[in-house]
């Protein structure tokens, strides 16, 4: 099913079933921040771990589904499930003119291409009336899911999170092991070499880059939701740098890599808030000793132990 | 230390599933979440001491038949991380007044969390008048200054103190843009005139010489500096080096901005607040009394305003009963605009239907450091603006809660 080993499918039903009890024992609103950034950085490892393309503006495409996902439930009233489709739009549409734009380059100059384009963004942000600045679109209400159930409660709402995340993940998990996947591996391993097997290197990069950017801004139209907010926090250039960490720490080209990196980094800033200063200089530590002992991250290391993909 | 896998993911797992703490005491305990910048550009203005400040008033306070605890947490200047924290708040740990919050954004951000869940929300750190505008709600009262405060002190009581000409220097982003249109109209209201402007590329913009020659040129005899902290600064800084000598318009500079900054580069500039610790027996005694716990530091306005804000709910709580208090915020919140504000910071006060914390404001000048004759002896009065003509009127505000 979808392309599952034996092991990964045993991971990822421990995965579903953690994902369905934890709610009962930790607090809904900090696993949905998780889960939205699990997403996000599922999308992301889409296109560093399996096209080999790091992008460094991913926190545009996120903060973008983020607004306007916030913006069309707040001042139009769309339902929630319209609004988050809206944003995954808006990062899709984003990612492709973007995407257009840098693809034509490779490496380093495909970094710091993607990395001015989110700066634009930022500014972009920062000025255009309708994101209200650096005050962000505050209250943005949740609504009543297809118009009828109230997602006011934190578990009904966490359901749905739930439901969104498992649904990015299957998605990313299929396409990576679909025959265009199989492409986007071989564009990653040797790019002339799929040119020369008449491969257009270019449109399967693009394609991938426009899923990785829709996916994002999922993430971020869904994140919006729960908190009632989209800031600026969100489009900032230190988001597109967290994401890279969630994913190094996690695991690079793993499955379940961007999943594990999302709850460690998740975690770190929640429960390090009560220290006040020192959470930047302990994150900063943690870091470093992860890169350091664990140059596969968490979950690379722990496939290669078992010698087992996960 | 040598981390390994399972310690890894042991401790972040462990972090993971700490437990929901209750505390189940035979007596009501008020919890006060103190919500502050303790990292970023903020941390000095407010930060630790407005902590400290909000056990100075739980001290003195003292017991009165309900245990008092208070908790703290750097918002990191993140929205998202601000309501995050507020929200477990409310939910595990049971807190009944958010207090603090420097930052417009994770301040607006906390006003709809407290409102959700039906909680006191006492803000004194933010500037955005907002919080008694359009964002208004019935959980809030909104403490110790807001932009209009700022403006029309700056703007209009500057004009009336002579500095009738005026050039901008904004930063080019909507907060900006506002504070320069508020304080236009102040500016324009006296019968001043605003000679020009220019708009600074925010954020990033650190060398600021030439805007500063511009304003030099336009022959104003104030500069209106309508940016905030590190911009400010730099400007400030960049003023003194070029040798400018008209007088500059602080619009967003606190006490702890004027420190570090030192005498030499200040003297002169025009700011507002709504505190200084060396303003009258009042505040002096209280600056005395916050000394055992922030040594080498003279409250802020905003610190100030943590601990006048803390005592005030205490009292309000204490006339009500603690576990009334704490079961529903929004008729906290009523009580605590019904009762009058008395205390060393602030003197005597009101609250407004619309949340707003009315005393006066104060313009002042900073002094030459020859004038200053001890540690802290930063400020001069130039003038007052009453309570009642501080801050935007009511109706002006469209605050949702004011049925006109």
Known sequence: MFGFSRPQLIAFLVMVVLVAGAPFVLYPVFLMKVLCFALFACAFNLLIGYVGLLSFGHAAYFGMGGYVAGYAAKAWGFTPELAIIAGTLAGGALGAAFGWLAIRRQGIYFAMITLALGQMAYFFCLQAPFTGGEDGIQQIPRGNLFGMISLKSDLAMYAVVAVVFLFG??????????????????????????????????????????????????????????FGIATLTDVHNAMSGEVVLMTLLGGLGTIFGPV???????AMENYLAQAGAWVTVIQGVIFVTCVLAFRKGVIGVLAERLKIQL | MKLSRRNLIGTAAAAATLPTVAARAQTPTIKIGVLTDLSGPYQDVAGNVAIAAAKQAAEEFGSKGFNIEILSADHQNKPDVGSNVVRQWID???????????????????????????????????????????????????????????????????????????????????????????????????????????????PGTTDFSSFLLQAQASGAKVIGLANAGADTINTIKQAREFGITQKLGGLLVFLSDVHSLGLDVCQGLVLTESFYWDMNAGTRAFSERI???????????????TYSAVLHYLKVANAMGAAEAKKDGAATIARIKATPV????????TIRADG?????????????????????????????????????????????????
């Open chain 1, 260 to 266: 594990m990196g999302a709850l460690i980094s998740t």
């Open chain 1, 169 to 226: 993940f299957l998605l990313v998990h299929r396409i990576v092991h679909s025959p265009f996947g199989q492409i986007l591996k071989a564009i990653r391993e040797n790019e002339p070499r799929a040119t020369s097997l008449g491969y257009r290197t270019d449109s399967y990069k693009l394609v991938a880059f426009i899923i990785s950017c829709a996916l994002a801004g999922l993430a971020g139209g869904t994140k919006s939701l729960v």
């Open chain 2, 92 to 202: 595990r740990d049971g807190v009944d007044l958010i207090t603090e919050v420097a930052n417009s954004g994770v301040s607006l951000a906390v006003a709809g969390v407290a409102k959700e869940k039906n909680k006191a929300y006492l803000p004194c750190g933010p500037a955005t008048s907002d919080l008694t505008g359009t964002a208004c709600n019935a959980n809030t009262v909104h403490w110790v200054y807001d932009t209009y405060m700022l403006a029309k002190s700056t703007g209009g009581a500057m004009v009336k103190a002579g500095g009738d000409t005026w050039f901008f220097i904004t930063a080019d982003y909507a907060f900006g843009h506002a504070l320069t249109r508020d304080v236009t109209g102040f500016v324009e209201g006296a019968g001043g005139k605003v000679l020009g402007g220019v708009r600074t590329p925010f």
């Open chain 2, 291 to 305: 000394k055992a716990k922030a040594p080498s530091k003279r409250p802020t306005m905003v610190q100030a305003g």
């Open chain 2, 342 to 349: 008395e205390d060393d910071c602030f003197g005597k006060g």
């Open chain 2, 356 to 404: 707003r914390k009315l005393h006066p404001s104060y313009l002042f000048e900073v002094k030459k450091p020859s004038e200053s004759k001890y540690a802290w002896d930063y400020y001069k009065l130039l003038a007052t603006t009453p309570a009642e003509d501080a801050f935007r009127p009511l109706a002006q505000g469209g605050c949702p809660l004011i049925k006109t």
